[in-house]
Nanobody, 123 residues
């Protein structure tokens, strides 16, 4: 069983930055493909970014390319999402996901999910 705990959300003005973290309680964290999704009020959950376990390859939604950076520290069993140039439309609950086989967009069907961290961006 993998437990994922997100942190780092908050209230920030447009143009600001945040760094989200996702801590995983699993010894084999380095073998998991990881990703971030978000869900805004009244909208479906959407893919944000993902990072593959064996080569660190990353993938981003078009809406966040150039502003968001996904990374991971396998020694700390933690994944990060650096969010810069925040926009009001980035307001959402951000979730992390983990899976041994699924990657990128396919992580939408991931086996493990965190509880989410709220990001609110004011204009």
């Amino acid at each position: 069983q993998v437990q994922l705990v997100e942190s780092g959300g908050g209230l920030v003005q447009a143009g600001g930055s945040l760094r989200l973290s996702c801590a995983a309680s699993v010894r084999t964290f380095s073998y998991y493909n990881m990703g971030w999704f978000r869900q805004a009020p009244g909208k479906e959950r959407e893919f944000v970014a993902a990072i593959r376990w064996y080569d660190g390859n990353t993938d981003y939604a078009d809406s966040v390319k150039g502003r968001f950076t996904i990374s991971r520290n396998n020694d700390k069993n933690t994944m990060y999402l650096q969010i810069n140039s925040l926009k009001p439309e980035d307001t959402a609950v951000y979730y992390c996901a983990a899976d041994l086989k699924r990657t990128g967009l396919q992580l939408a069907g991931a086996d493990y999910w965190g509880q989410g961290t709220q990001v609110n961006v004011t204009s």
